[in-house]
């Protein structure tokens, strides 16, 4: 048992500061961390960071903080909100249509409810971004969108999502076959119309689902290769035994969440991207994965051999890079939108506690006090 000065100290306001503290009405706030983690891989001792209107506006160590703006101190660690590049909270069951295939003008953004306790539920563990995609099922599933946590979409069309492997098959609708699917998807994008020209074009980045096989993922990457796609593979665990040919491809990564039977290829998958400087982040999938399994999937692959700074940019600057949000959030950077997490210790220590989650200046979570005092 710990006692309360810890979590006291770590959240303590300065004598006038309020209890709750937000920066979206125009008024500044300030934040000075024992650690602040930028999100490029660069850690500054007693780093500061000062927003106002929800947006950065000053960072370093000796950032300046103007007259009469509260300051926080934070006996902790600071980074960038976490993102999770494959998400489908809060589209309370609107992400899929079990009658057809092919959904390639569905809009994800439209079924955004961030609201839903699903969506609340990731900010208690630091994820203040995601990307919102259509559960498995459909060889095109739609539009994906980027969500802020509990507030706005900020990308409508991040990705257009495709299944190229079985993930995208039901009995009972056609193609029923893995070949049949990959006949259409070849069709449509050979003579691409609509959201698959934009696609062919550049335009449109794809979320590429390749299926669990090593068959099904080369030819998942053969075919973004024939019609030039550009985005993310996802969905298997096999995607680190051919980070080469994913390079060659021009592709970035979702790894998989952790699990007891597919743990050892994702952390040897993160491992050997990062060897290979292949861009990746970390799926989530809640919520048949609960959302803590994001930080504990980075944890796992530290553990594994990825070092920490890369996995925390895994998590953060990379991720927004690869769903194109790269200059809103990600990173602790003037000019960009002030989602910031505080923690008890190291981001990517499974250990650590989220004590305060901030979006767009707003504090939309804190950590609560035992009844006793203690922190357990």
């Not at 934040?31 to 370093?60: P, Q, S």
């Not at 930080?295 to 940019?313: D, N, P, Q, V």
Request: include cysteine.
């Amino acid at each position: 048992m710990h006692t309360n000065a810890l979590l006291l100290a770590s959240l303590a306001f300065v004598a006038s500061a309020p209890t709750s503290a937000s920066s979206s009405e125009g008024d500044a706030l300030a934040i000075r961390a024992e650690k602040l983690h930028v999100g490029d891989g660069t850690v500054i001792e007693n780093g500061i960071v000062v927003f106002e209107a929800g947006v950065i506006t000053e960072v370093g160590k000796g950032a300046p903080v103007p007259k009469g703006v509260v300051l926080i101190e934070h006996a902790g660690h600071l980074s960038a909100g976490l993102i999770a590049l494959r998400e489908h909270a809060g589209a309370v069951g609107e992400s899929n249509d079990s009658t057809r295939a092919v959904m390639d003008e569905a809009d994800l953004s439209y079924a955004y409810r961030p609201n839903h306790s699903e969506v609340q539920g990731l900010l208690a563990e630091g994820i203040t971004t995601f990307v919102l995609a259509p559960r498995p099922g459909s060889l095109v599933g739609g539009l994906c969108a980027v969500a802020k946590t509990g507030s706005e979409v900020i990308s409508r069309r991040a990705y257009l999502s495709i299944c190229t492997g079985a993930n995208g098959l039901t009995s009972n609708r056609f193609p029923t076959s893995l070949q049949g699917s990959q006949a259409e998807l070849e069709r449509r994008f050979s003579w691409p119309q609509g959201v698959f020209a934009t696609a062919v074009k550049g335009e449109l980045p794809v979320m590429l689902d390749g299926g669990s096989s090593r068959t099904e993922v080369q030819h998942a990457i053969a075919f973004a290769r024939r019609h030039g796609l550009k985005g993310i593979l996802v969905g298997s665990t096999r995607l680190g035994e051919m980070a080469a040919k994913i390079r060659a491809a021009g592709l970035g990564v979702a790894l998989s969440s952790y699990s007891p039977s597919t743990g050892r290829r994702v952390v040897e998958g993160a491992v050997a991207l990062a060897e290979m400087q292949v861009p990746f982040g970390f799926a989530l999938g809640s919520p048949n994965n609960h959302p803590a399994n994001l930080r504990l999937t980075a944890a796992a692959c530290i553990r594994g051999g990825l070092k920490s700074g890369e996995a925390l940019k895994a998590l953060t600057s990379t991720a927004a890079r690869l769903a194109g949000v790269g200059d809103k959030v990600g990173s602790i950077q003037v000019g960009l939108a002030a989602d910031m997490v505080l923690w008890s210790g190291e981001p990517t220590d499974p250990g650590s506690r989220v004590m305060a989650v901030y979006v767009d200046g707003d504090e939309v979570f804190r950590a609560e006090d035992d009844e006793n005092g203690d922190d357990k």
